[in-house]
């Protein structure tokens, strides 16, 4: 069993452990997700673009873009699970799609429009 | 090396392949995730709240949830590493500290103000 | 002048005495925007879908979802005036294309899948 | 009747013509909200962070922006009807607060943590 394999479930246990499954519609799950996503962006949104990539090392937001980055994870889990989607396995499909989708030699060095 | 990991190693050849690193500071990301939760929303934005889950199981629908889904892990895999985070290891330990902040005992049933 | 130019007049000024105005390019502000919209996610997410219209007129999610929303509203401002655009103009334009491309007729009743 | 005032009675009579109020439950608005959130996002998301002010005013970039921000305002109009908010109102209370909360004299030049 893979580390994510079993984050997955092990929240699912977390989850009916404490009978919140009647909670977590994939409307629901999808709204956490978009305030997870949302506590990163406030943790973002005004470091200076070309110095983000290095502020964002320094504790303690380094530790507090660890804890949201996690949450963001622990809800697309959760929304993947009640669509029936095997994440993981979607996500290499995806990517490999992008590969063929977007030739490496036409590519280079050029921001796509959506890249995958 | 698991599914995860493989995963990760091949985005980041993806992205080498087409010099693409440039584009990918954390801010860049993040607004890059937000465009794939965006597409997620899309998808489910009608549903009735209470057939979501069936519904969600119906091609063509299905497939494209699982392809929006797919995205957003490969750009959450892409804005965890720009910003130095081990994912699945930040995930494990979130979990840890809700199992613990959410007694079972004292939590069943009754939806958290925010569960992780 | 109209109560949203007063508040957007309102706004640009309480920008400039803070001279926070260079921190307010179209992707950091996207960004707050996008934090903005995960605190209102957060005061929804678990509330039972069929009651929601009805829970949130209660104080004191009243209140919070009031503040958060008006977030939204000051951010998307901020974030259009850094682009250029006259919002009130362009929605009234995009509603005036709406209007045309989903004829009452054809449409009654039946969730477009997207609708504007 | 302020032009906003004009364009909220506007998008009330669009959803009421197609009995699109059913499907306007608040969580459904905001699922909504998130999703044109994403299209302004997904066109910003690889522009130099340094010039993007500049890059948004070309067309065809300005016009696509122009529609997605007016996208995300027609969503927030109605989220808001929905929660029994009144939007202006709400952001012209929250920016009166914001004054005090941040003195100009203090924080001129200084990114707030989180500015309202």
Redesign the interface.
């Known amino acids: 069993m893979?580390?994510?394999e079993?984050?997955s479930a092990?929240?699912h246990e977390?989850v009916e452990?404490?009978?919140?499954g009647?909670?977590h519609?994939?409307?629901?799950l999808?709204?956490?997700?978009?305030?997870?996503?949302?506590?990163?962006?406030?943790l973002?949104?005004?470091?200076p673009?070309?110095r983000?990539?290095e502020l964002?090392?320094d504790a303690p937001l380094?530790g507090q873009?660890?804890?949201e980055?996690?949450?963001?994870?622990?809800?697309?889990?959760q929304?993947?699970e009640?669509?029936?989607?095997e994440?993981?396995?979607?996500?290499?499909?995806?990517?490999r799609a992008?590969?063929d989708r977007?030739p490496?030699s036409e590519?280079?060095?050029v921001?796509?429009n959506?890249?995958?």
């Not at 452990?17 to 919140?20: G, L, Q």
């Not at 999808?30 to 406030?42: H, P, S």
């Not at 980055?69 to 889990?77: G, N, Q, R, S």
């Open positions: 893979s580390d994510l079993k984050l092990s929240i977390f452990d404490r009978d919140w009647q909670f519609d994939p409307k629901s999808l709204i956490a997700l978009t305030g997870e996503v949302g506590e990163v962006a406030e973002l949104q005004w470091l673009a070309d983000a990539a964002v090392r380094s873009i660890r804890d980055l996690a949450d963001v994870l622990i809800y697309l889990i929304l993947a009640a669509c029936g989607v994440l993981v396995a979607a996500a290499t499909a995806k990517l992008a590969i977007y490496a590519h280079r060095g921001a796509p959506r890249p995958s």
